[in-house]
């Protein structure tokens, strides 16, 4: 079981919603190579919020997700796409049905 998880939530910047949507949208296949990121959602919450939750089996995992391509890929374009940094919550799964 995935039982440690990243929650991530990203503001765009106005005017770059649908350019902050596009990029995590094309970031699944990033997403789907990682062996260590068995659970990756990128959900909306409203015009401009966004996030990423995703869930690892082990820390070692975790980490790797943290210094891989999606998160060097979103650090590259922070800039331009993000009114503020992105506020990153390392949490524990407490139950789990997918």
């Keep these: ?41 990128a959900p909306r919450f409203g015009p401009s919020t966004f996030g990423i939750f995703d869930a690892f089996e082990t820390e070692e995992g975790r980490q790797a997700h943290l210094n891989g391509p999606i998160a060097a890929a979103l650090m590259s374009k922070a800039d331009e796409l993000l009114a503020s940094a992105p506020k990153i919550e390392q949490v524990d799964v407490l139950a789990a049905k997918l």
Excluded: C, D, H, I
């Design 1 to 41: 079981m995935a039982k440690l998880a990243l929650y991530v939530r990203l503001e765009a910047k106005p005017g770059k919603e649908t350019a902050l949507q596009q990029f995590l949208e094309s970031a699944l296949p990033l997403a789907v190579n990682e062996p260590g990121t068995p659970v990756w959602f």
